[in-house]
C-alpha cells in the first residue's frame, strides 16, 4: 500500500447522510476532456478521458467512513501501452478538503514530480501513474506494477483527486475508485406502530359508516 492510513477525519455535509460516497464536484480546468463518475452507496468509480493536452481534470467527492483508494487503469490513445515512447508522462494528485468542495488543507499523494504546468489547484507535488523510471521523470512502459492494490486508505472527510497530462499521449483515459467496506443499507422496515394506526383508521371508517345508517 503507497498511502497511509489518514488519521484526521474532515468534516462533510448532512446531505451525504443517505450514502457513505458522495460525488461532490467534477470538472476539467484544462485542455479538452471529460470525467465520467459512477456513484453507489459504498463506492465511486471515476474515469478521467482527454484528448486534448496539456490537460488537467478533478473529482471532489466525500466519505462518511472509512475507504480505499484504488487505481484501476490507464490508457492511451496514441499507441498501445507496450509501446509508449519515453516522453508520455500522466500524474494524479490527492488533497484533503476542508469540507465539501472546499479549499485543499494537505496534499497526500507521493511527491514524484512537480506539475508545474498543471492549473490550480492541481498543480504543485504529483504522483506518476505511468512508469517512471527514467532520468527527469520520463516514461517507458505504462504499468506500474506498484499500484496494484490500495493506493490510500483514508479516513471519513472530504477529498479531491486530480488529474494532468502535459504533452503526451494527445487522448487517453485514467479511472480509479474509491470504495469503503460497507453494504447496502438494509431496505428500511415499517415502523411497528404503522399497522395499528392503519387499523384505527379502519375502525373508525366503519364507524362513521354506521352512524350514517343508523
Known amino acids: 500500500m503507497i498511502g497511509a492510513v489518514v488519521a484526521c477525519a ?3 455535509s448532512a446531505g451525504t447522510a443517505g450514502a457513505a460516497t458522495v460525488v461532490d464536484d467534477t470538472g476539467v480546468i484544462q ?11 459504498n463506492s465511486i468509480g471515476v474515469d478521467f478521458f482527454w484528448t486534448l493536452t ?11 467512513t472509512a475507504a480505499d483508494i484504488f487505481f484501476i487503469g490507464y490508457s492511451n490513445g496514441d499507441s498501445p501501452i507496450s509501446t509508449i515512447d519515453s ?7 490527492l488533497d484533503i478538503l476542508a469540507g465539501v468542495n472546499g ?17 490550480a489547484p492541481i498543480a504543485g507535488s504529483c504522483q506518476y501513474i505511468t512508469s517512471a523510471t527514467s532520468a527527469g521523470g520520463l516514461t517507458g512502459i505504462a504499468d506500474r506494477p506498484d499500484l496494484i492494490g490500495s493506493l490510500f486508505s483514508i479516513a471519513a472527510g472530504s477529498y479531491r483527486i486530480g488529474f ?14 474509491i470504495v469503503t ?22 375502525i373508525l371508517r366503519i364507524l362513521g359508516r354506521r352512524r350514517k345508517t343508523a
Open 103 to 119: 479549499l485543499a488543507t494537505s496534499r497526500l499523494n507521493q511527491s514524484d514530480t512537480n506539475c508545474v504546468g498543471a492549473a
Open 164 to 177: 494532468y497530462e502535459d504533452d503526451r499521449p494527445s487522448s487517453g483515459t485514467a479511472s480509479f475508485s
Open 54 to 64: 496539456p490537460v488537467t481534470e478533478f473529482m471532489n467527492f466525500t466519505v462518511t
Open 181 to 202: 467496506n460497507l453494504n447496502p443499507p438494509p431496505a428500511v422496515p415499517l415502523p411497528a406502530s404503522l399497522p395499528l394506526l392503519a387499523a384505527g383508521f379502519g
Open 87 to 93: 516522453h508520455q508522462v500522466s500524474q494524479f494528485t
Open 10 to 12: 474532515v468534516s462533510y
Open 31 to 41: 485542455g479538452v476532456g471529460h470525467v465520467s463518475t459512477t456513484n453507489n452507496f
